[in-house]
């Protein structure tokens, strides 16, 4: 799913959007700039080689969101990569994390970690540390970069509102952002039948990895048709019982829009559909 076209879509709407920043090969180097024109957290990171040995620390911030803590990623890779975790903790007094890495024994290629700060469910921002490993030990820090987080008031303009499925079918999405964070999503396939009709709801936060927002608390609900339009049910009634463990999916960019004006979302959640949906701005 990662693909240059977001950052640039964003970066094309947002005056102050998610950024990549450079992080420096040498052994102490603090990250200080932030993507939002807003104060925002500042991590101060540095590293260190020592007999083979990769050391990230990364400083406390009293500013840290509650729930949120720094941990390593291999979720792109798997069982690619060419180092060893070997210790990593969040407990350690004046670091938000402290992690160490070891190569593999017998390697020599490049790598790089990613530790990134999550809440167990989305990443908001991670930091890369470039490495080379040779002959199982690691020995240069190449390089890096930080990918900075983008606030949810930079993403209102862009995916608020209401939504309609391009190819003309009874469908929509509203999205509005949440004022504890992400953005409420209503979809409703303009059914209904005895004057009421079933949405589905969700609130989703974005993803700097996925570069997607995705939800995992996705339900059904019934309202009531208030004024005999189908595609207005806007008054709510009984809530139907959820899907089992919640619903899953993600909104994401449409690689094929190439400008804000004719930006596209595609709607992918198993649980309410088998096809993707693919919506417009609503008229």
């Known amino acids: 799913m990662k693909n240059k076209f977001y950052f640039s ?7 102050a959007g998610m950024m990549v920043m450079p992080v420096c090969a040498q052994e102490t180097e603090a990250v200080t700039e932030s993507a939002a024109e807003e104060p925002a957290r500042v991590w101060d990171s540095s590293s260190r080689l020592e007999d083979g040995i990769f050391t990230v620390y990364i400083q406390s911030s009293a500013d840290d969101k509650d729930g949120w803590y720094w941990t390593v990623y291999t979720g792109d890779k798997g069982d690619a990569s060419f180092y060893d975790l070997l210790t990593q903790s969040t407990m350690e007094e004046g670091y938000a994390y402290v992690g160490s890495f070891m190569g593999l024994e017998g390697e020599t290629a490049d790598d790089y970690i990613r530790i990134v700060h999550t809440d167990g469910f989305v990443v908001d921002e991670y930091m890369d540390f470039d490495i080379h490993v040779e002959d199982g030990k690691i020995t240069e820090h190449t390089g890096g970069s930080h990918a900075l987080p983008t606030s949810d008031k930079d993403f209102e303009p862009v995916v608020s509102g209401d939504w309609e499925a391009e190819d003309g079918s009874p469908v929509f999405l509203s999205l509005a952002l949440n004022p504890e964070g992400g953005f409420d999503g209503v979809v409703s396939d303009g059914g209904g039948r005895d004057g009421s009709t079933e949405l589905y709801t969700f609130t989703a936060e974005y993803d700097v990895i996925a570069e997607a927002f995705l939800y995992r608390n996705g339900s059904f609900k019934a309202a009531r048709i208030t004024d005999g339009s189908e595609t207005e049910a806007e008054e709510p009634a009984d809530e139907t019982e959820e899907a089992a463990d919640g619903g899953s999916g993600l ?7 190439e400008t804000p004006e004719d930006l596209k979302l595609i709607f992918h959640d198993p649980g309410y559909t088998d096809e993707d949906i693919t919506f417009v701005r609503a008229e």
């Open 9 to 15: 879509l964003i970066c094309s709407v947002l005056a």
């Open 251 to 257: 909104i994401a960019f449409d690689p094929a829009s």
